[in-house]
C-alpha cells in the first residue's frame, strides 16, 4: 500500500528506502513503488528508467519504459506505480496526468534533460543523444558505493533456562 513520509507538521519527506526496507515494512511512497516497479520491469528485460519531473499535482515519480521501433524511435510508455495504469507518450491524455520531465535514472545509469522543451509530450526520448540528455559518465555511476540491499540475519541460538535463572537473580 501506499504511506506517504511526513513529519508531524503534515509536510511531506523526502525519504527513498532501500528495497529490503520497503518490502519488509510493506508499504512506502511514490519513489519506493517506483524502484520496484522499475526494477521489476528489467527482471522482465524491458528498457526501463525512473522518471522524476511533474505532473498535473505537482513533483512526482513515475516508470518509463522503451521499446526501439527503427534506429532512432521508441515507442515511450509511462507505468504509474500506484495504480499500474500505462499510457503511450503518444496519446492524447498523457496531458490528462504528466506535465514535464526533468530526468530519468535506472541501476547503471543517470540522464537529465537538457532539451529546451521539457514537456513529456514534445520531448525526444533518446537518452544516448548527448545534445538531449545529458549522461552521468557510467566509470562514475558505477563507482558509487554498492550496499548489501539484504541485511544478514544470524540465527541466535538462546540458553531460555539460563536467561531465566539470570533474570531471576
Known amino acids: 500500500p ?18 529490503h526496507t520497503f518490502l519488509a515494512v510493506g508499504k512506502g511512497d511514490v519513489e519506493d513503488h517506483s524502484v520496484l516497479l522499475c526494477n521489476l520491469l528489467l ?28 534506429n532512432k524511435k521508441y515507442r515511450i510508455t509511462f507505468w504509474e506505480s500506484l495504480t499500474g495504469q500505462r499510457i503511450d507518450v503518444d496519446d492524447s491524455k498523457i496531458f490528462r496526468f504528466y ?6 535514472f535506472s541501476y547503471n545509469s543517470f540522464y537529465a534533460n537538457i532539451q529546451t522543451q521539457d514537456n513529456v509530450f514534445n520531448t525526444i526520448y533518446v537518452f544516448e543523444d548527448d545534445c538531449l540528455w545529458k549522461a552521468v559518465p557510467k566509470d562514475k555511476v558505477e ?23 539470570d533474570v531471576e537473580k
Not at 43 to 64: K, Q, R, T
Not at 99 to 104: A, D, G, M, T
Not at 143 to 157: A, C, E, G, M, R
Request: some cysteine; proline content about 4%.
Open 43 to 70: 527482471g522482465f528485460g524491458l528498457d526501463a528508467y525512473v522518471a522524476c519531473g511533474i505532473s498535473i499535482n505537482g513533483p512526482h515519480i513515475w516508470v518509463i519504459t522503451r521499446s526501439k521501433l527503427d
Open 2 to 19: 501506499f504511506q506517504r513520509n511526513e513529519n508531524p507538521g503534515g509536510q511531506k519527506i523526502e525519504i527513498w528506502h532501500k528495497t
Open 99 to 104: 506535465k514535464h520531465i526533468h530526468c530519468v
Open 143 to 165: 563507482s558509487l558505493v554498492k550496499y548489501n540491499d539484504t541485511p544478514f540475519l544470524d540465527v541466535v541460538n538462546r540458553d531460555n533456562y539460563k536467561i531465566e535463572v
